[in-house]
């Protein structure tokens, strides 16, 4: 794996700076997981499994998986903490092509993908506020939108693409500002969140028998698998800190820490503020409700307290969007790096010292996505093959422990080798679970990911050919 330095125009060696601290790196976990998923997927795992009993169990499950994931990574991250996250890992234990792999489904995919999503939810939820941003710029005649409708450009895009393009800027200018950046507007989201809670379960208005309560469902093993993918869903993201390891101060320490207590939190979050919703809602308030915290809030309160969860709302995707972007770029860049990639996009900014064109290019990228309308399409594609590459990772702990003995390993999976193991079997019943209920879209997204077959043999020989010359 090469180095994380570029150099200068005087040829100085230009690195990527640790200056990242805990706080920052929980702030990542904790944002980047905490977006618009926990106000929007309560009442799709209530239709799914019907019993708010079951619908907690689902919850916990899959908290637990992503707890036994940040375990897993947290091993891998202390032991190479560089750029790229899981890129470094599929490489160093199954070879470049798998790390490529991974990189290649994120950039053009995956993060692009979740960065338009958190966009376009962002402006949706603006325009409670400013309803003009729904309105049309212009719509071309041609029917080449989702759905094959007609292509249109609406001025909610274009405030999703300036927002894309402030934070894009913020990350570009130092990795400082861009954790600051994040730390605050984390601590903002989860005062405003623990304020919902709070008047939820405090209020004195709410119902306790709803917590025992069911509603007709599909029920069975289908529907407890259905719930967990939705849940599964508002927990992603756990893993993004990894990303940006070469960036944290201290990362055999820092990285372990901000991994689990970030994950920690998340569950105890979603937990808390679902057991709010619940005490406040019927299961059948919660099945037909689109904005389950602002529903809760209308009924104790009025509209006026409905407010302030989509303030809540709108920070969350915001410190979610912040997050990924600061995240995100590094994959590319890692990839870069190793020759792998558009070569530009390996480069240091010598002044900032951030990988500044790869945050521009993945910010361009996610802008043209936000424009085509087709990111829930992309994301939903992708999620299949992104839980392969995730069962993968994990398995990595056990291939990296027998090929790679001496490795230092400053923190070491609790529960080896049952964590990791057991997470990479829940990755795969949830694939064979995927597989079945959503066919399409499970092999259009293995579609995608076998497109980057032939540039990785390109970007391989190229590189090649270029350590030759430079050996002669």
Not at 29 to 36: E, F, L
Not at 261 to 274: D, M, P, R, S, W
Not at 355 to 383: E, M, Q
Request: aromatic share 12%; hydrophobic share 50%.
């Amino acid at each position: 794996m090469n180095g994380s330095s570029t150099g200068d125009a005087q040829g100085k060696p230009v690195s990527l700076q640790r200056v990242l601290g805990l706080w920052s790196a929980v702030s990542i976990v904790i944002g980047t997981v905490i977006g618009s998923g926990v106000f929007l997927v309560p009442s799709t795992m209530i239709r799914y499994v019907g019993s708010v009993r079951e619908l907690f169990v689902v919850w916990v499950v899959a908290g637990l998986l992503s707890l036994f994931g940040a375990l897993t990574y947290a091993e891998l991250a202390a032991a190479m903490p560089e750029a790229g996250g899981e890129y470094v890992y599929l490489s160093a234990a199954y070879g470049p092509f798998w790390g490529f792999l991974y990189g290649w489904t994120q950039f053009w995919v995956a993060k692009s993908g979740s960065i338009a999503t958190l966009a376009a939810g962002f402006y949706t939820y603006l325009t409670i506020f400013i309803p003009a941003l729904a309105k049309p710029v212009l719509i071309t005649p041609l029917h080449i939108g989702p759905g094959g409708s007609l292509f249109g450009i609406y001025w909610g895009q274009l405030v999703a693409i300036a927002i894309i393009l402030l934070l894009g800027g913020v990350n570009s200018v130092g990795v400082r500002s861009g954790g600051n950046l994040q730390v605050m507007i984390t601590a903002v989201k989860m005062a405003l969140i623990a304020g919902v809670i709070a008047v939820g379960l405090l209020s004195g208005k709410g119902d306790p028998s709803y917590l025992a309560a069911h509603i007709p469902s599909a029920g069975g093993v289908a529907g407890f698998f259905a719930a967990m993918v939705s849940a599964l869903w508002a927990y992603d993201g756990w893993n993004n800190v990894s990303m940006v390891s070469s960036e944290i101060s201290e990362p055999q320490r820092n990285l372990p820490r901000s991994l689990i207590f970030g994950t920690a939190a998340v569950i105890v979050t979603y937990l808390l503020i679902n057991l709010s919703y619940f005490y406040v809602l019927s299961p059948a308030n919660v099945a037909g409700s689109k904005h389950v915290a602002a529903d809760m809030m209308t009924k104790l309160y009025g509209m006026p307290a409905a407010t302030m969860v989509i303030i809540a709302v709108l920070i969350s995707i915001f410190a979610a969007l912040n997050g990924s972007i600061l995240t995100g770029s590094r994959v590319p860049y890692a990839m870069a790096r190793d020759g792998l990639f558009f070569r530009a996009l390996g480069k240091v900014d010598s002044r900032h010292r951030t990988p500044s064109v790869s945050i521009i290019w993945l910010c361009l990228w996610s802008c043209i996505v936000v424009l085509s309308g087709y990111f829930d399409d992309l994301y939903n594609f992708v999620i299949f093959g992104s839980w392969i590459l995730y069962g993968l990772t994990a398995i990595s702990v056990l291939v990296l422990r027998r090929k790679a003995p001496n490795m230092p390993r400053p923190y070491r999976v609790i529960g080896y080798p049952v964590v990791p193991v057991l997470f990479a079997v829940v990755a795969c019943l949830l694939l064979l679970s995927t597989l079945q209920t959503r066919p399409r879209e499970s092999l259009m997204g293995l579609g995608l990911m076998a497109s980057s077959v032939p540039f990785y043999f390109y970007w391989k020989q190229k590189s090649l050919r270029e350590m030759t010359k430079q050996r002669n």
